[in-house]
T-cell receptor, first 112, second 115 residues
């Protein structure tokens, strides 16, 4: 399967713990996006990479959130000192230049 | 700031019915509009992408139209089937968004097709 993959698919953590998610984009795609989706809502943009450069961050991305894309391949999204409000589905998407975005299956985070 | 609205929020129809889902956006300066399908607890599957210069796109029983000047798009589903039950999301890529190619999503229409 050459689609976008995300790991883990589900994560349950206690408030205050740190969590890290991974996204592997489609291999030839140079753009990678992170979105967050809460129950019953559409996804909201978090951040965007072109190759290894993080070019934009939403104001939704507080200083507890950090994302990296070393070598322009896979990306990680880390949330420090998780809060219950961080519970959501975290979606990754990739595209080649400005074309159609392809989404992964998402990582569902539950903070207890 | 771009805002995307989808009406209705939920729709229930009997199998076989043709149906239309609506999407509206406030800023007509867009590169393209995408329609996605999302099954419960799953990621997004792209259905159709309409470039700003296009008026419509078709794939199987799906037809999406775009009227950029009025800020509207419709997704037409012909001969609906129970397997079409899902949430349908529209998203626009804005020309003036700070982030290159970020998508702004509507809240979705939750469709149920009853056998």
């Amino acid at each position: 399967d050459t689609g976008v993959s995300q790991n883990p698919r589900h994560k349950i953590t206690k408030r205050g713990q740190n969590v890290t998610f991974r996204c592997d984009p489609i291999s030839e795609h140079n753009r990678l996006y992170w979105y967050r989706q809460t129950l019953g809502q559409g996804p909201e943009f978090l951040t965007y990479f072109q190759n290894e450069a993080q070019l934009e961050k939403s104001r939704l991305l507080s200083d507890r959130f950090s994302a990296e894309r070393p070598k322009g391949s896979f990306s990680t999204l880390e949330i420090q000192r998780t809060e219950q409000g961080d519970s959501a589905m975290y979606l990754c998407a990739s595209s080649f230049r400005s074309n159609e975005q392809y989404f992964g299956p998402g990582t569902r985070l539950t903070v207890t | 700031k771009q805002e995307v609205t989808q009406i209705p929020a939920a729709l229930s129809v009997p199998e076989g019915e043709n149906l239309v889902l609506n999407c509206s956006f406030t800023d007509s300066a867009i590169y393209n509009l995408q329609w996605f399908r999302q099954d419960p607890g799953k990621g997004l599957t792209s259905l159709l992408l309409i470039q700003s210069s296009q008026r419509e796109q078709t794939s199987g029983r799906l037809n999406a139209s775009l009227d950029k000047s009025s800020g509207r798009s419709t997704l037409y589903i012909a001969a609906s089937q129970p397997g079409d039950s899902a949430t349908y999301l529209c998203a626009v890529e804005g020309v003036w968004d700070n982030a290159g190619n970020m998508l702004t999503f509507g809240g979705g229409t939750r469709l149920m097709v009853k056998p």
